[in-house]
């Protein structure tokens, strides 16, 4: 995943091009399954700060991603971690299959914070897909999951998440080729660029 942190320009951030001020690739891992772009198995929340990134899954499973770089007392960028938290926290079993939110409750990630399992949409969309064959063997199955269930929510104070500790096996690669933006190649012209 690549992270990108950029400045706007405050006069004319439609004219001006955007300032790369942080960029940080990390390696999450391989996901096992198929990926679909309407339902990706990770989900991004922020604060002024960080980046949170939530996983699906029965554990919650959150990385925290700084936005911006930090400087060493040599003035240098310190080194970029990915934390998540010391503690871990199950979920509902319906949450390896629902998006799973994460949201900072304030600027200061030491503080509370509120996990929001959403509502199970897959079954809608597996009942769709599924052959006929497939909908008979498992009948009783699905009349368990017919009644979807609706989203729920938790707040977290931050004894509970422990503290946010560095993730091991969380590669951070490093390469400054990546985020540059490409200088437009010609002004617009609304007599040319226009069809009438």
Known sequence: MLVLTYRLSTSKP???PPVLLHRVKVDLGKHESRLS??????????NSRD????RR?????????QL????????????????WPMKKILLPDSAAFRDVYFVPLSDDCNGASMIVV?????VKGALVEDSVQELADETSELQ???????????????????GWTRAEGISVPHGHSMGNLEMRKEKFDPVDDCDR
């Open 51 to 54: 980046l949170f990134v939530s």
């Open 68 to 83: 911006f770089s930090e400087r060493n007392s040599d003035g240098r960028p310190s080194e970029q971690s990915v934390m």
């Open 118 to 122: 959403g509502s199970e949409t897959r």
């Open 57 to 65: 899954g029965i554990k919650l499973e959150v990385f925290r991603i």
């Open 144 to 162: 368990k999951r017919q009644t979807l269930a609706p989203s729920i929510g938790a707040i977290l104070q931050a004894e509970d998440i422990g």
């Open 14 to 16: 439609t004219r001006s």
């Open 37 to 46: 772009v309407s339902q990706l198995p990770f989900v991004f929340t922020w």
